[in-house]
């Protein structure tokens, strides 16, 4: 099953414990694959570097390292028009168009509500891991 994980999912996952953190360990046990765009990669590090200038001590780079190595990178032309209410957040559906990806894991507004939009579907991670990932 291929996956798209909106940065704010790819972050609590990486720090926090609950759906977003069993969502990266299905994707780190080869269970769900990943996909990224550069705009989205980019997004994951400026958001990492914003957390490291805020609180020393945490890293997001050797997960970033893992997720260049081990996602499906994904060539995402924008959409050339504007869909989600917050215009940074059309990199994840051009994404999902891209990379023939039919869901993105999010607990973004915006995101939810353009859920339906060619077809992807925008799900927060608890209903995905209630839905996928039931031990």
Known sequence: MRLILDT?????GVFFAGPPLRILDAWRDGRI??????????????VGDRLRARYPGVDLTPVLAMVVRKATLVHAPPLGKQVCADPDDDKFL??????RCRRILSGDKHL??????RRIKVLRPREFVDAHLRA
């Not at 704010?8 to 609590?12: D, G, P």
């Not at 051009?94 to 990379?99: D, N, Q, S, W």
């Open 8 to 12: 704010n999912v790819f972050v609590s």
């Open 112 to 117: 939810l509500e353009v859920s339906g939009f």
């Open 33 to 46: 694959e990943l996909l990224a765009s550069p705009e989205i990669l980019e997004e994951y590090a400026e």
């Open 94 to 99: 051009a994404c999902a168009l891209a990379g």
